[in-house]
């Protein structure tokens, strides 16, 4: 029996590139108003979700329900002042948020949001366009939107915008390669990297029989490719620069980080830029690992389930499951410190993937070997490998205490050990104010 399917991407790639230029437009700019009204609504969301979780009403009072609060920030930001700080590099520095815009829409372009469907009398698929390497597109604006964060602290003149455009810099290197390696999972699974061929290699489950009992084992890599899927979820969150893992935008150590002198429609646009990368790594995680547009399993409950315009209700409802995800863990853990951050990345989430890839590719290589002696060598051969890797897992060493006591001289970064606050130099002690008095009683 054959458990893992794979799709066939020339099927899919051959429903694109038929649409006439106007009924593209239409796609883009409907992409477009989506994901403006998605970010309004998942702001929104995110106020009402953590307010529920700290015992308070959140906004209640523009529009129903509060629904028209975050239009009215929008305004707000958009009629104050828009400041461009002396030592700025004028250029970049309006450049900048921008670059994380662009490269925020552009990485929708691909995500399908359904099946085949009419519009204006021409049969179309609900995706913009597709590419037989449409998965590197979203990984290549993500690490493109980057840039804008990083031009936008350096741009700034002001050291904690570069130190938290730094800081982005450091985190998208170190969770893309993760991110990165949990997809290449995907593409030995599924034999494509096009969005929409990994929707349909997920399309049907396998048949499997017990007995008299016929079932399907779903065929959602969410089940089938477990490990790549709980890595890629938290490497998005640390690719998107949310909490757990705010760290460029660390309010309590940078003020605002790489944001840190914007103000009006620019700071706007990386606001937007944020919400819009929410959105896009969930359509993203929905995409590569749970069905996509298919109808929550089992599919059989109803015929027409993936049929017509009833794949994008599936399609937005898994994404705001993913999205709520993103709103719990803001209101539910505490930020890293950037030391334990690193290490889950680098110490953690990067070799437990290639130890998952090296088992994957051995079962794929060991299934499709001729002769069972040979099946089994390969397979036990690879087995033997990961468990020798858990084995010498390199563990935290325990801390042990220096032998003398640091009395603070030179123990950098430690400080000196008295209490006492040096005075400001912009500040007149008592003494230095009594001094010029006495003298003057004096003459």
């Given at each position: 029996?054959?458990?893992?399917?794979r799709?066939?991407?020339?099927?899919?790639?051959?429903?694109?590139?038929?649409?006439?230029?106007?009924?593209m437009?239409?796609?883009?700019?409907v992409?477009?108003?989506?994901?403006?009204?998605?970010?309004?609504?998942?702001?929104?969301?995110?106020?009402?979700a953590?307010?529920?979780?700290?015992?308070?009403?959140?906004?209640?009072?523009?529009?129903?329900?509060?629904?028209?609060?975050?239009?009215?920030?929008g305004?707000?930001?958009?009629f104050?002042?828009?400041?461009i700080?002396?030592?700025?590099?004028?250029?970049?520095?309006?450049?900048?948020?921008?670059?994380?815009?662009?490269?925020?829409?552009?990485?929708?372009?691909?995500?399908?949001?359904?099946?085949?469907?009419?519009?204006?009398?021409?049969?179309?698929?609900?995706?913009?366009?597709d590419?037989?390497?449409?998965?590197?597109?979203?990984?290549?604006?993500?690490?493109?939107?980057?840039?804008?964060?990083?031009?936008?602290?350096?741009?700034?003149?002001?050291?904690?915008?570069?130190l938290g455009?730094?800081?982005?810099?450091?985190?998208?290197?170190?969770?893309?390669?993760?991110?990165g390696?949990?997809i290449?999972a995907?593409?030995?699974?599924?034999?494509?990297?096009?969005?929409?061929?990994?929707?349909?290699?997920?399309?049907?489950?396998?048949?499997m029989?017990?007995?008299?009992?016929?079932?399907?084992?779903?065929g959602w890599?969410?089940?089938?490719?477990?490990?790549?899927?709980?890595?890629f979820?938290?490497?998005?969150?640390?690719?998107?620069?949310?909490a757990?893992?705010?760290?460029?935008?660390?309010?309590?150590?940078?003020?605002?980080?790489?944001h840190?002198?914007?103000?009006?429609?620019?700071?706007?646009?990386?606001?937007?830029?944020?919400?819009?990368?929410?959105v896009?790594?969930?359509?993203?995680?929905?995409t590569?690992f749970?069905?996509?547009?298919?109808?929550?399993?089992?599919?059989?409950?109803w015929?027409?389930a993936?049929?017509?315009?009833?794949p994008?209700?599936?399609?937005?409802?898994?994404?705001?499951?993913?999205?709520?995800?993103?709103?719990?863990?803001?209101?539910?853990?505490?930020r890293?410190?950037?030391?334990?951050f690193?290490?889950?990345?680098?110490?953690?989430?990067?070799?437990?993937?290639?130890?998952?890839?090296?088992?994957?590719?051995?079962?794929?290589?060991?299934?499709?070997?001729?002769?069972l002696?040979?099946?089994?060598?390969?397979?036990?051969?690879?087995?033997l490998?990961v468990l020798?890797?858990?084995?010498?897992?390199?563990?935290?060493?325990e801390?042990?205490?220096?032998?003398?006591?640091?009395?603070?001289?030179?123990?950098?970064?430690?400080?000196?050990?008295?209490?006492e606050?040096?005075?400001?130099?912009g500040?007149?002690?008592l003494?230095?104010?009594?001094e010029?008095?006495?003298?003057?009683?004096?003459?």
């Amino acid at each position: 029996m054959t458990i893992l399917a794979r799709g066939n991407p020339d099927k899919t790639l051959a429903l694109f590139g038929h649409d006439p230029w106007w009924l593209m437009l239409i796609k883009a700019v409907v992409i477009f108003v989506l994901l403006v009204v998605l970010t309004l609504l998942t702001i929104w969301f995110e106020r009402k979700a953590v307010a529920w979780m700290q015992v308070r009403p959140g906004p209640n009072r523009n529009g129903p329900f509060g629904l028209l609060q975050s239009l009215a920030d929008g305004l707000k930001l958009a009629f104050k002042e828009d400041l461009i700080p002396k030592d700025a590099d004028k250029i970049v520095f309006i450049l900048a948020p921008v670059i994380s815009a662009a490269c925020a829409i552009t990485a929708f372009s691909v995500i399908p949001l359904g099946g085949m469907v009419n519009l204006f009398g021409y049969d179309t698929p609900l995706q913009l366009t597709d590419l037989p390497v449409g998965v590197l597109l979203v990984l290549s604006c993500s690490a493109l939107g980057v840039y804008g964060i990083v031009l936008g602290g350096w741009a700034s003149g002001s050291t904690y915008s570069l130190l938290g455009s730094l800081r982005a810099a450091a985190q998208v290197i170190s969770y893309e390669i993760a991110m990165g390696l949990s997809i290449v999972a995907v593409f030995l699974t599924s034999g494509t990297l096009s969005t929409s061929g990994i929707v349909d290699a997920q399309q049907h489950g396998q048949p499997m029989t017990i007995g008299s009992t016929s079932f399907h084992i779903p065929g959602w890599y969410a089940l089938l490719l477990l490990p790549s899927f709980i890595i890629f979820c938290i490497s998005v969150v640390g690719e998107t620069n949310r909490a757990p893992f705010d760290l460029p935008e660390a309010e309590s150590e940078l003020v605002g980080g790489f944001h840190t002198e914007y103000s009006s429609l620019k700071f706007a646009l990386f606001f937007l830029a944020e919400y819009i990368n929410m959105v896009t790594v969930s359509a993203m995680a929905t995409t590569l690992f749970l069905g996509g547009w298919q109808a929550p399993f089992p599919a059989s409950w109803w015929p027409a389930a993936n049929t017509g315009w009833w794949p994008m209700l599936w399609f937005f409802a898994k994404v705001i499951v993913l999205l709520f995800c993103f709103v719990w863990l803001r209101g539910t853990l505490p930020r890293f410190r950037y030391d334990q951050f690193m290490r889950l990345g680098w110490k953690v989430l990067v070799p437990v993937n290639l130890i998952w890839i090296v088992a994957l590719a051995g079962f794929y290589a060991g299934r499709n070997a001729v002769g069972l002696s040979t099946k089994v060598a390969v397979i036990g051969g690879v087995g033997l490998l990961v468990l020798l890797a858990l084995l010498f897992w390199p563990t935290r060493k325990e801390y042990k205490p220096p032998a003398e006591p640091d009395t603070g001289l030179g123990g950098y970064p430690v400080p000196p050990l008295s209490l006492e606050v040096p005075p400001s130099p912009g500040v007149k002690t008592l003494e230095a104010t009594r001094e010029p008095v006495a003298a003057r009683e004096g003459e």
